[in-house]
């Protein structure tokens, strides 16, 4: 499966935004689909994941915040993410795994990601 990340931007603290990743090759519906993050120096950090089973799961960071859904007819997963934080700035990938997890050695296939800035 190929992942196509898009939506991130600059917003001010406060703001909105909502990221998509759109796979093509193989069903977003076969995969367990994350989210992580990379801000500047650290390593990749679990935002939220899509289980195959339909159930949702968040990083405590962002839970109340980030909402992961997705759309099987556009082969799409998104997270809308409200109350952005200057700390949520950072390259945000979409990844997909077939085995269950959360740490990124579970997910073999990854978008390039997008970059979320958010201004204090």
């Known amino acids: 499966v190929q992942l196509q990340a898009s939506g991130g931007g600059l917003v001010q603290a406060g703001g909105s935004l909502r990221l998509s990743c759109v796979a093509s090759?193989?069903?977003?519906?076969?995969?367990?689909m994350a989210w992580f993050r990379q801000a500047p120096g650290k390593g990749r950090e679990f935002v939220a994941v899509f289980w195959s089973s339909g159930y949702t799961y968040y990083a405590d960071s962002v839970k109340g915040r980030f909402t992961i859904s997705r759309d099987n007819a556009n082969n799409t997963v998104y997270m809308q993410m409200t109350s952005l934080k200057p700390e949520d700035t950072a390259v945000y990938l979409c990844a997909a795994a077939t085995n269950w997890g959360i740490t990124p050695d579970k997910y073999t296939y990854w978008g390039q990601g997008t970059q979320v800035t958010v201004s204090s």
């Open positions: 090759g193989r069903t977003v519906s076969e995969y367990h």
